[in-house]
Each structure stands twice: as structure tokens, then as C-alpha cells.
């Protein structure tokens, strides 16, 4: 059973349709990059797939739960971090971590919380206040979030933004392991060479239509993007009624 499988899935609000008859499937193990430009649809796509919007038609499977029936059960088994997140200011990262911990019921979070702080290096501010935390820093305990409670399937939205070049090398080698161990990851990012770098598979998202999908490893010299303008380009020619 694949990790993630749509079928038909639309989206609309009001007369903007943000899912136009989305067919994706994705398998287990799968490093998996959906790429756009902005209001492609992507975060709809994510916000569905995690119980988070209701679709107007189509059908969706998360694990091989339904996350429209059951929405509590897709985010219980699955980390999300949406883009630009960040964890309650009232918190110290600490804290937040161990409410996640209360949350999920996980047993060892005391020893996951120095794990993922030495990790993802933030445990010299385990104690401070959020608000007073730099932007990276906070994005360092959000992404320790997503993976503290050992989920099989993760969505991550932008995982690399506001990190430093050195945090960014360790973040990729993270989610790079992630999948080698069998689990799954569902990216989405603007940005080229974080999908070409990391992803063992690409979709190109256009007006919520999946226009294609790429090995970044089999493009040779065509990079993605290459590949992502001229699949624009394809498809802007279509509308204005170019050949």
C-alpha cells in the first residue's frame, strides 16, 4: 500500500479551483518533492493529505487512512511542519517539546529531547523563552518536532529556510537517513536545488494540476529547472491556444 495516494482530488473556494483532479501517488521510502510556484496548490495538497481541509471532490489515503473520515488518526500517525511555524513564545523549547511528548504519549521523551537537541544542535537554548530565539533556532525545535515522535510518513514544508549553510547540511543528512531507514517524506519547496539534491522523485505543480513527475538523478543535463519552465511554458501555451 503506497504511503500517500490521491485520486481525483479537487479543492475549490468559491470560483478558484486550488486542486484540479490531483493523481499522485507516493510510495513508502519515497523522498518525495512536490514543486511549484505560489498558488500552485501545494500547501492545499498538504493541508489535505493531513486532515487539515476537507476536498470538494476526489479521493485521498494517508497511511491507508482516509484523512477526511478520520483526521485525528492521519495526524497522530504522521509529523507536519507547515512553513513558518514556530513553537508558542510562551515556551521554552523545552517545554514545547514535552507537551508534544504529553500529546503523542511518547514514554522516552526526556531522552528524545536531548537526542533531537544535541542532533539538530539547540541544546544550549533548551531553557530559553521561544520568543527569544533567532529564527533558525526555532526552526530547529520545530523540525525537532516532527521527528521526535518517530513517525513513518512526515510533510515538511520549506525545511531548510532560515537555516545557516552548516545547520542546512545537517538537516539534508537527516531526512536523507529518514528515508533510508523506510520511512517516508513528503517536501515542498520552492527552491531547485533543495528538490534536485534531495528527492528521489519530483512533481511539478502547476494551477493544481500535477503537470509531470522526474527523477532529479535521470535528467542528465536538463536540470529541473529546465524541466519546471518548460512544463510552465508547455501548459501557458495550451491556455493561450499556441501551438
Known sequence: MPAVETTGLTKEYGAVRALDGLDLTIERGELYGLLGPNGSGKTTTIEILTGQRVPTAGAVSVLGIDPVENPLDVRRSVGILPERE????????REYLQFVGDVRDIPDIEDRIDEW?????????????????????????????????????????????????????EVREILTSYCEAGNTLFLSTHFMEVAEELCTRVGIIAEGKLRTERDPQALDDEGLLETFATELDDESAVEAGRP
Open 86 to 93: 514556530d513553537p508558542p513564545s510562551f515556551l521554552t523549547p
Open 117 to 169: 537537541s544535541t542532533k539538530l544542535e539547540f541544546r544550549g537554548i533548551l531553557d530559553t523563552l521561544s520568543t527569544d530565539l533567532s529564527e533558525g533556532e526555532r526552526q530547529r525545535v520545530m523540525l525537532a518536532q516532527v521527528f521526535i515522535h518517530e513517525p513513518e510518513l512526515v510533510f515538511i514544508d520549506e525545511p531548510l529556510v532560515n537555516l545557516d549553510p552548516l545547520m542546512q547540511a
